[in-house]
């Protein structure tokens, strides 16, 4: 039987089949590719991934709480910008923000919540064995 390119073959290639094959592969150019496996990169957070939010974690875990102004400031973000991650976050549970009278004004803090922290450092502990993967 001919096959698809009229010399005996068998194999046709689809557009849907032209990827790594068997999962994800991860490789730099010109070398070989490596497989990642499943529990590295389903161990990624989904919410703290998007860098905005990795930032924003990365900050506030050393410290007990940072006031908003000041993290948008670190960020070099606007209130705006900053207000719809943090909001992300919180909705997680991953951070706590809380409202304080200070100067006259009222001021808005934020921290890791405990599971913000342990996400935060399961994230990184993942980041960590996906980038060994691919130093392999």
Known sequence: ????????????????????????????????????????????????????????????????????????????TTDSALSKQLSTLIDAGYVVQRRAARGGKSRVWVRLSPSGRLAFHNHLTALTALSASTAQ
């Open 1 to 76: 039987m001919v096959g698809a390119y009229g010399r005996g073959d068998h194999h046709v290639h689809h557009r849907h089949n032209l990827g790594p094959p068997h999962g994800p592969l991860l490789g730099a150019p010109g070398q070989p590719y490596r497989k990642v496996t499943v529990p590295v990169l389903s161990s990624l957070d989904p919410v703290i991934h998007p860098i905005p939010r990795l930032r924003i974690c990365a900050l506030l875990d050393p410290v007990t709480e940072e006031e908003f102004s000041t993290l948008r400031d670190l960020l070099q």
